[in-house]
Nanobody, 121 residues
Framework: QVQLVESGGGLVEPGESRTLSCVAS????????MGWYRQAPGKQRELVAA???????NYADTAKGRFTISTNSAKNTVLLQMNDLKPEDTALYYC???????????????WGQGTQVTVAS
């Protein structure tokens, strides 16, 4: 079992930056994939960015150039640095971890409860 705790969401103004954090506990040695996903009202959940234990990354087109995903040395925390935020980035952001690399969409694993990011003036 793996437990995930997300934090860092909130209300930000357009153009500002925000960093989301997801801390995993439990059987973290089984984690190979860590990723951030988001779901806006009325829309399906979508990939934002993912990173493998080996450091391979995959970003959604909407995140490229603005967002950066990273992990710590213990591989139990995944960060999402978000720059130049736009109103269309408003969504509930979820963390997912899995035992296999899922660059586009997780085939299983564990999900966090989500942290809300709202971008508005």
């Amino acid at each position: 079992q793996v437990q995930l705790v997300e934090s860092g969401g909130g209300l930000v103004e357009p153009g500002e930056s925000r960093t989301l954090s997801c801390v995993a506990s439990g059987k973290i040695s089984s984690i190979y994939h860590m990723g951030w996903y988001r779901q806006a009202p009325g829309k399906q959940r979508e990939l934002v960015a993912a990173i493998s234990r080996a450091g391979i990354t995959n970003y959604a087109d909407t995140a490229k150039g603005r967002f950066t995903i990273s992990t710590n040395s213990a591989k139990n925390t995944v960060l999402l640095q978000m720059n130049d935020l736009k109103p269309e980035d408003t969504a509930l952001y979820y963390c997912n971890v899995d035992s296999s690399w899922d660059p586009t969409w997780p085939t299983g694993g564990y999900w966090g409860q989500g942290t809300q990011v709202t971008v508005a003036s």
